[in-house]
């Protein structure tokens, strides 16, 4: 059997429905910690959005998770279509 294997660091690339949109700006704009009294939010404009010519878009596998987790499940609303694709080069291939 051929294995490929898939660091969860790399990156993977979705088409987020208007939904997860939502769902994602919801995600960056609540504190995730309150220190001191001190709201600290989690801010990632660096993702925020900016979609690749195919119109997916570039998140790490393991912040996709994070921010559409508790999102996703049967009969929930997709925050993403269906299809994810991964860069080849961050695929390893062992078998």
Same mark, same amino acid.
């Given at each position: 059997m051929d294995k490929v294997y898939f660091n969860i660091n790399q990156y993977v690339y979705v088409k987020l429905t208007e939904y997860g949109k939502?769902?994602?700006? /919801?995600f960056i704009n609540k504190p995730y910690i309150i220190l001191n009294? +001190? +709201? %600290?939010? %989690?801010?990632?404009?660096?993702?925020?959005? %900016?979609? &690749? %010519?195919d119109g997916y878009y570039r998140?790490? $596998?393991?912040?996709?998770?994070?921010?559409f987790g508790e999102h996703t499940s049967v009969? $929930?609303? /997709?925050?993403? &279509?269906?299809?994810?694709? $991964?860069d080849k080069k961050d695929l390893k291939e062992q078998s």
């Amino acid at each position: 059997m051929d294995k490929v294997y898939f660091n969860i660091n790399q990156y993977v690339y979705v088409k987020l429905t208007e939904y997860g949109k939502e769902v994602y700006l /919801n995600f960056i704009n609540k504190p995730y910690i309150i220190l001191n009294g +001190e +709201e %600290k939010y %989690k801010r990632f404009e660096d993702l925020w959005l %900016k979609p &690749e %010519k195919d119109g997916y878009y570039r998140f790490q $596998f393991w912040r996709l998770i994070e921010t559409f987790g508790e999102h996703t499940s049967v009969g $929930f609303a /997709n925050c993403f &279509e269906t299809d994810i694709y $991964f860069d080849k080069k961050d695929l390893k291939e062992q078998s």
